[in-house]
């Protein structure tokens, strides 16, 4: 089972941050996953919200803002002082701290128009199509990144808590054309079971940083655990 660091190891560090992502790979993630959204210059971020005011000292929407303008937006300090070089990074810059042999989730926080743009940076870059996968809540998102970059894995998500329901689940995975499930399910096996059963993956998908919860999903087959702490999850599982 693959741990994969919740926006980097936003445990630690500041979310979404290359601080925090060289710090996931110095505790051994397998994966790092970031959130990404479209500027008004069709440059592609990693932030969370659909603008900076939660994490920055200043708060821009970021589909109505330049590149340029974003990055003088300090979204370390809310952590701490000493995160305040930290700015809004482009995927190219995300991507650049991948080692080999790593992975990066991308979870797509807008619309299907940022799919041409994310598959041609993808395709551009020296990741192979294995190091990548594709997640969003947005089921047209996985559609339209399956029938235009069928190479990359691309998974749903879904919300257990106000979406859970097998019979409906299920058939959404197989018209999107989505290679996995990603889901916050703490108890139901059945749902694990049914996605294995048609010959897909299962991931969980936020957040794990509890040790039984982490085994239980390992037991039931779960491909991918995200967490705000890799190395505390990777010590845990490996006693």
Known sequence: MLIVAHRG?????PENTLASFELAWEQNSDAIEGDFRLTKDGVIVCIHDDNTGRVGDKKLVVVESTLQELKVVDI???RAKKFSAERISTLDEVIATIPVCKKILIEIKCG???VPVLVSQL???NLSPEQVVIIAFDADVIKACKALAPEYQANWLNDFETDFDIEKIL?????IGADGLSSNNENSKELV???LALGLSYHTGWTIDDAAWAQRMSDWGASSLTTNNPEKMR???SK
């Open 9 to 13: 190891a936003s445990g630690a560090a």
């Open 76 to 78: 370390g300090s809310y």
């Open 112 to 114: 299907t128009e940022i």
């Open 123 to 125: 395709r551009q870059s």
């Open 171 to 175: 058939p959404v995975l197989l018209d």
């Open 193 to 195: 079971d049914a996605v």
């Open 235 to 237: 010590n845990n599982l």
